[in-house]
């Protein structure tokens, strides 16, 4: 096994346990013993704990980001001169997500439950989700302003606080609408949470951003 290999066997093994318990609930070794390495080795390559677990936080984001952006580019460009709908914007930002948590890679299952985490931490939301996703938020808030010419500023950020609360459940798969539903719905039904959020979100920002129309 190469250095390489090794390092990326560290990186996943920290990640499904971070995402299974959180960071308090696992040790160094124990991420070292999951990924067949000795503890020195991922001492070696990253140091404490907390650098590792950034490192893994940040390890999938640009591609995250640089998938949600893309959709929005393309819903941009086939819009013009117009611009993109409510409903585009918004599936142009969940879509991609979609795919990824079906994604045949289960790691990136384990890092979208790792976001919820962080997401859903009053101690490290605020110091993990800005540096790595404000910059991307932004760019579909400024898509909702146009689309919403008379919404304020203040009605964005409150009804996609509400999106990421609704994003960060579906990503925590907590299976409590398995339970709640008698099996009806799936957690793990990604399609399904997708196809409603969607609309669901859309008229919820439509809604509270054009009371009056």
């Given at each position: 096994m190469t250095?390489?290999?090794?390092?990326?066997?560290?990186?996943?093994s920290a990640e499904a346990l971070f995402?299974?318990?959180?960071y308090d609930g696992v040790t160094l070794r124990q991420i070292a013993s999951q990924a067949g390495v000795d503890v020195a080795l991922a001492n070696y390559h990253f140091g404490?704990?907390?650098?590792?677990?950034?490192?893994?936080?940040?390890?999938?984001?640009?591609?995250?980001?640089?998938s949600r952006l893309e959709a929005l580019r393309r819903v941009q460009e086939s819009a013009a001169p117009a611009g993109p709908t409510v409903e585009q914007i918004i599936e142009a930002f969940l879509r991609?997500?979609?795919?990824?948590?079906?994604n045949a890679d289960p790691g990136w299952r384990h890092y979208l439950?790792?976001?919820?985490?962080?997401?859903?931490s009053t101690y490290w939301g605020k110091r993990m989700m800005s540096k790595l996703f404000d910059d991307l938020v932004h760019e579909f808030i400024d898509a909702l302003r146009q689309a919403l010419p008379q919404a304020s500023d203040r009605d964005l950020y409150w009804c996609y606080h509400n999106l990421s609360g609704a994003l960060t459940l579906t990503f925590a798969q907590t299976e409590r609408i398995d339970t709640l539903s008698n099996g009806q719905c799936r957690s793990s039904d990604f399609q399904a949470a997708y196809d409603h959020m969607i609309?669901?979100?859309?008229?919820?920002f439509r809604r509270v951003c054009e009371p009056g129309e």
């Amino acid at each position: 096994m190469t250095a390489t290999s090794k390092r990326d066997r560290i990186l996943d093994s920290a990640e499904a346990l971070f995402a299974e318990r959180g960071y308090d609930g696992v040790t160094l070794r124990q991420i070292a013993s999951q990924a067949g390495v000795d503890v020195a080795l991922a001492n070696y390559h990253f140091g404490k704990k907390i650098a590792l677990f950034n490192a893994v936080f940040e390890r999938r984001a640009a591609l995250l980001n640089e998938s949600r952006l893309e959709a929005l580019r393309r819903v941009q460009e086939s819009a013009a001169p117009a611009g993109p709908t409510v409903e585009q914007i918004i599936e142009a930002f969940l879509r991609p997500l979609e795919l990824t948590q079906e994604n045949a890679d289960p790691g990136w299952r384990h890092y979208l439950a790792l976001i919820a985490y962080v997401n859903n931490s009053t101690y490290w939301g605020k110091r993990m989700m800005s540096k790595l996703f404000d910059d991307l938020v932004h760019e579909f808030i400024d898509a909702l302003r146009q689309a919403l010419p008379q919404a304020s500023d203040r009605d964005l950020y409150w009804c996609y606080h509400n999106l990421s609360g609704a994003l960060t459940l579906t990503f925590a798969q907590t299976e409590r609408i398995d339970t709640l539903s008698n099996g009806q719905c799936r957690s793990s039904d990604f399609q399904a949470a997708y196809d409603h959020m969607i609309p669901f979100v859309a008229a919820g920002f439509r809604r509270v951003c054009e009371p009056g129309e």
